[in-house]
């Protein structure tokens, strides 16, 4: 298993900037092209498609975006609908809302949509995503896990769409208190990494599978894979979880990681 990175993707821990400095958002249009970006914004998660549709796209547009469509997929059907690539033949960035990771995957895994996006992925347009679209990011994703002490029968988890392997996401990291269950995820499978990612933060991931943390909180980076100790597979429903050691990497604006070699890029 490796971690697996083909393009350029920009992992949003929810609740960015939008009317300030808007630095996460801004780093996204220049990311795409700047003054020549073409932007798709997905609202597949939300079930407010109108209205946060419409906020991606003046914001977008006020940040400089040439050009900006908003997509709403609300069923399968259109996203196996015939012609659907068209929509995205001149798209240098894709943005996905928050929401609900669930309605992303379940309504675009395995259509002619969600093959659309993994080759614009690999032809290197980038592909971001806030809060819920953080959570798809990763091939196995946290849909549900109650805040504080790391419980196994707290967490669910589902496949994600994914763009990075080994990787586990959580977002709206420190400001809901999430390192429990992020540390629930990494005990089914030590090997994967667990990176919570605070709100108004980002990564930005290129296809060295390195990222740079981008905005005003913070990125925790959670290794678990030289840990000796574990009581997962022995835990009873609601028993605490025991693993150790766990390495912890906790950056910045500015401050990068490495996903191959497992360290900090400073």
Known sequence: MTEHVEGKLLIIGGAEDKKGECRVLKRFVQEAGGKESRITVLTAATELPLQVGNEYHSLFLKLGAQEVQVLDVSDRLQANRIGIGKEFENSTGVFFTGGDQLRITGLLG?????????????????????????????????????????????????????????????????????????????????????????????????????????????????????????????????????????????????????????????
């Open 110 to 266: 395995g259509t002619i949509l969600g093959s659309t996006l993994q080759r614009l992925y690999e032809r290197g347009v980038i592909i971001a995503g806030t809060s819920a679209g953080a959570s798809v990011m990763s091939d196995t994703m946290i849909v549900g896990g109650e805040a504080g002490t790391a419980k196994k029968s707290s967490l669910t988890m589902a496949p994600g769409l994914g763009f990075l392997r080994a990787v586990v996401i959580d977002q709206h990291f420190a400001q809901r208190g999430r390192i429990g269950r992020l540390l629930s995820a990494i005990s089914h499978n030590p090997y994967v990494l667990g990176v919570g990612i605070d709100e108004d933060t980002a990564i930005l991931v290129q296809a060295d599978a390195k990222f740079l943390v981008v905005g005003s909180n913070t990125v925790t980076v959670v290794d678990a894979s030289s840990s000796t100790t574990t009581n997962v597979s022995e835990t009873d429903q609601g028993q605490s979880l025991v693993l150790s050691p766990v390495l912890m990497h906790v950056l910045s604006d500015g401050y990068g990681f490495d996903l191959k070699r497992r360290e900090s890029l400073l």
